[in-house]
DNA sequence: CGTCCACAGGAATGACGGGCGG
DNA sequence: CCGCCCGTCATTCCTGTGGACG
């Protein structure tokens, strides 16, 4: 069933777009899950060893997983419960499992409700108190008699924004259920996530602990072997593109996420050119464009005084040499805000919009001593100029500001 | 060697908006 | 549904500081 919707996609996609290198797109996409996971076998073998249990009605250890972003946590575990769901149907067996992730769900009502649905208790998306919700839960898992594994996603940003009640609320959980036990996979890919939980929490959560390394670069080789065989047509990918993917995803931080973006990126690249081959210049192309879009974006979602801040850094570097410092920054952001009409903020808030700039990459910027002359900023731009002026010129309020002449030009030089 | 510049950056506090609990 | 509380952004006030200059 599901492989002839599979080959009619194909052929739909095919027909539609009739794209001459992808076969199939969706499977370069990171929340696809394959079938296969290559280098992850041990991984799955453990996860695999630790819930068995809930098969035959028992409840298992609860698990804690770490690891960087595309290290396969999520793949693992979503390949491990899809197996578990399937062979409990093969054996009837009464375990449920519930795969959240908690950064997109939000709050901790949608979390509970997702759990509640993954339990057949139907809840209002609105509405109730989260305790009620809580109660309902537990109301239901008890008159049901069941095994509830639940996977819990990025679960580090749940305790961030939310605290950790909930998770101390699903650790006590089992305190009070007699016929039913819950189990619980937390992911996370903070690894220094355990520090901003309760310790009794954290003793109950990672009764089990897996840490998932980084790929290296022959891995993600594998990896995206796999998928390309799937995402392209036959001889449409070059070895050496596939190589260099690997290597550039490897040289981040060994992840497969990026690895497959850039694959995908490039494909599109070739695609777009109208070749039919998928080479090196596609992958250092497609690094280009990701690099890129991810500045657009950030900068685009800066708020108004930020882009302002940017700007000023920007014209001060046309003048005096590469750098500028603290001071002059705020001066022509001052000046800049009065010609907008705008009030300016303080230079305590200011210092502050430069070092968020700085940790986002779109400025450099680092404390020196002038000596005599105080102790200040040395900043400069951490990006290509043309960027910025692509972005702000775009900019409603912003973009006849560009070619603004500093009145205090004069005292630069 | 002390001074003093031009800020860095911590702490306390206020304004505001959105979500939570009752 | 409403009030309260909490997080975010911003201001105010403040103490700290590396090193050129005299």
């Given at each position: 069933m599901e492989r002839r919707i599979d080959i009619l996609d194909n052929v739909f996609a095919h027909f539609l777009k009739?794209?001459?290198?992808?076969?199939?797109?969706?499977?370069?996409?990171?929340d696809y899950v394959p079938d296969y996971l290559p280098h992850r076998e041990e991984e799955i073998l453990r996860l695999g060893e630790i819930t068995a249990p809930t098969l035959r009605g028992s409840p298992c250890s609860n698990v804690f997983i770490y690891g960087k972003t595309g290290t396969g946590k999520t793949a693992v575990a979503k390949f491990v419960l899809n197996r578990i769901t399937q062979k409990a149907k093969e054996i009837n067996s009464q375990v449920r499992v519930c795969f959240v992730n908690c950064r997109l769900a939000g709050t901790e009502y949608r979390i509970l409700a997702a759990l509640c649905s993954s339990i057949n208790e139907r809840v209002p998306f609105?509405?109730?108190?989260v305790g009620e919700l809580f109660d309902r839960f537990r109301k239901s898992l008890e008159s049901q008699g069941v095994i509830l594994l639940a996977a819990l996603d990025e679960i580090d940003a749940l305790v961030k924004m939310r605290g950790d009640t909930l998770l101390y609320e699903l650790t006590r959980i089992n305190e009070s259920l007699n016929r039913s036990k819950v189990s619980i996979i937390g992911i996370s890919n903070?690894?220094?996530?355990?520090?901003?939980?309760d310790p009794r929490v954290l003793s109950t959560l990672s009764e089990e602990e897996m840490v998932f390394k980084p790929y290296t670069a022959e891995e993600l080789q594998d990896i995206l072997m796999e998928r390309a065989k799937i995402a392209f047509?036959?001889?449409?990918?070059s070895e050496e593109a596939l190589k260099l993917c690997a290597a550039l995803a490897a040289a981040e931080h060994g992840d497969a996420r990026r690895a497959l973006d850039l694959l995908r990126v490039a494909g599109e690249v070739a695609e777009r050119r109208g070749d039919t081959k998928i080479l090196e210049e596609h992958v250092r192309e497609a690094q280009k464009r990701i690099e890129h879009d991810r500045v657009y974006e950030s900068i685009k979602s800066l708020p108004t005084h930020s882009k302002i801040v940017l700007l000023s850094a920007l014209i001060l570097?046309?003048?005096?040499?590469?750098h500028s410092i603290t001071g002059e920054i705020y001066n022509l952001y001052s000046e800049l805000c009065e010609q907008l009409g705008m009030s300016p903020l303080t230079q305590r808030r200011v210092s502050e919009l430069i070092n968020e700039l700085d940790v986002m990459g779109l400025l450099n910027s680092r404390v020196v001593s002038l000596g005599r002359y105080g102790r200040t900023k040395k900043i400069s731009l951490g990006i290509p100029r043309k960027i910025i002026i692509d972005v702000l010129s775009e900019d409603?309020?912003?973009?006849?500001?560009?070619?603004y002449k500093p009145r205090f030009l004069s005292s630069l030089q």
């Open positions: 009739g794209s001459r290198v992808f076969r199939n797109r969706e499977v370069l996409r990171h609105t509405g109730l108190a903070d690894l220094k996530f355990k520090e901003f939980l047509h036959e001889g449409v990918l570097s046309r003048f005096d040499s590469d409603e309020i912003l973009k006849d500001m560009l070619n």
